[in-house]
């Protein structure tokens, strides 16, 4: 089982960038693939972004490519999200989750979830 914690979000200025993390507990972390999804208010949830176990492939919706960042640290069972030239409509509670897969991407099936994280991006 894992145990998936994300770091404090924030409220940020359009522009500006904030890094979350996701701090995962339990055995094997580099076995799972790591997502970040978000959900805006009166929105359905939806993928942000992907890494492999290895961390050696990622994927990233349309939204945010250029713009975000995906790695992970497995010795230190991390993954970070690194968020630039952040815009208003980025605003959303973001949740990473894990998946036992040697895949990646927002088509699998993720077992375990994080609590969530409020960003803001003021205009």
């Known amino acids: 089982q894992v145990q998936l914690v994300e770091s404090e979000g924030g409220l940020v200025q359009a522009g500006g960038s904030l890094r979350l993390s996701c701090a995962a507990s339990?055995?094997?972390?580099?076995?799972?693939?790591i997502g970040w999804f978000r959900q805006a208010p009166g929105k359905e949830r939806e993928f942000v972004v992907g890494?492999?176990?290895?961390?050696?492939?990622?994927t990233y919706a349309d939204a945010v490519k250029g713009r975000f960042t995906i790695s992970r640290d497995n010795a230190k069972n991390t993954v970070y999200l690194q968020m630039n030239s952040l815009k208003p409509e980025d605003t959303a509670v973001y949740y990473c989750?894990?998946?036992?897969?040697?895949?990646?991407?927002?088509?699998?099936?993720?077992?375990?979830w994080g609590q969530g994280t409020q960003v803001t991006v003021s205009s």
């Open positions: 890494i492999s176990r290895s961390g050696g492939i990622t």
């Open positions: 339990g055995r094997a972390f580099g076995s799972y693939a």
């Open positions: 989750a894990a998946s036992y897969s040697d895949s990646v991407g927002m088509g699998l099936n993720y077992d375990y």
